[in-house]
């Protein structure tokens, strides 16, 4: 398993024994050191943040969500049940702002 950033994965993140969507924002890497993945947890619960990043509507989510970059977090592949979807490459580079905004990183010029 070779998850890409901007893959949208169901994962088991040890919360009421379910599963939750999580955007994989991980570098691309052929040969990774470890089993492991970045990723950023997607929610309903918007709080209209700059921790946020809205995400158009989505055919494989039942409801408008956002991607919550206060909840970066990591976790085995293993953990990963099943791609549903990936962003389009102008919502993963909004992620990436957010990222950089919520990590005080500045990002190149594009």
Known sequence: ?????????????????????????????PDPPRSLVLYVPLTT????????VPLPRLPFLDRESVANVQGLGSLPTVRLERKIGKL?????ERLK?????????????K
């Open 45 to 52: 619960q918007r709080r209209n943040s700059p921790y946020e």
């Open 1 to 29: 398993m070779n998850p890409r950033p901007g893959e949208i994965w169901l994962a088991d993140l040890g919360l009421a024994a379910k599963t939750r969507p999580v955007v994989i924002v991980s570098r691309q890497d």
């Open 88 to 92: 389009s490459t102008e919502v993963l």
């Open 97 to 109: 702002d957010a990222l950089a905004f919520v990590l005080d990183l500045e990002r190149a010029a």
